[in-house]
T-cell receptor
């Protein structure tokens, strides 16, 4: 019940295309869903985050779509660029008494072909 | 702002040696975490702390110990290093992970030979 399942494990997209990464969670107590971007040799860094009271959040070329009833959320990268090549992690966390833990997906290695 | 600082950045240990990975944050965050990341894999939680003097085990605590004597520092101790502990170790902190994101250091790359 604590898992966050992320797919695909790796993804290759042509420059200018749309990259889509999907995540599914089980615990309905989760109420904060961040996405992290990690470049080689660096720690993960927050990319964008969403709460379940909205179905979509957009920041520039990055959009999170959230389906509360299906317990799924996805990251869409529009007009993908070579600089977007990185590993992406979805995560789920709960506030209040469950705030001590955040559950990460297994990661997606994204490569954007020029 | 320094954020989360980890030292050392790289280290090679011999089997059976011990060492402490240092982590300090200057954001006055109560929550701090240690993760390990094996090549091509995700993050596995080793230990976490919700405040000074309070620590708890994560998913993979065996072979590690932590302490949290101050809000700023959260060192990770490896006792009797084993080859299975070869990994990249990340420290992270957060005001409240259910509200705001975690801030990560740049990692310590540890090899046990």
């Amino acid at each position: 019940q604590q898992q966050v399942k992320q797919s695909p494990q790796s993804l290759i997209v042509q420059k200018g295309g749309i990259s889509i990464i999907n995540c599914a969670y089980e615990n309905t107590a989760f109420d904060y869903f961040p996405w992290y971007q990690q470049f080689p040799g660096k720690g993960p860094a927050l990319l964008i985050a969403i709460r379940p009271d909205v179905s979509e959040k957009k920041e520039g070329r990055f959009t999170i779509s959230f389906n509360k009833s299906a317990k799924q959320f996805s990251l869409h990268i529009m007009d993908s660029q070579p600089g977007d090549s990185a590993t992406y992690f979805c995560a789920a966390a709960g506030s209040g008494s469950s705030a001590s833990k955040i559950i990460f997906g297994s990661g997606t290695r994204l490569s954007i072909r020029p | 702002n320094a954020g989360v600082t980890q030292t050392p950045k790289f280290r090679i240990l011999k089997i059976g040696q011990s060492m402490t990975l240092q982590c300090t944050q200057d954001m006055n965050h109560n929550y701090m975490y240690w993760y390990r990341q094996d090549p091509g894999m995700g993050l596995k939680l080793i230990y976490y702390s919700v405040g000074a003097g309070i620590t708890d085990k994560g998913e993979v605590p065996n072979g590690y110990n932590v302490s949290r004597s101050t809000t700023e520092d959260f060192p990770l101790r490896l006792e009797l290093a084993a080859p299975s502990q070869t990994s990249v170790y990340f420290c992270a902190s957060s005001y409240d992970p259910g509200i705001q994101p975690q801030h990560f250091g740049d990692g310590t790359r540890l090899s046990i030979l």
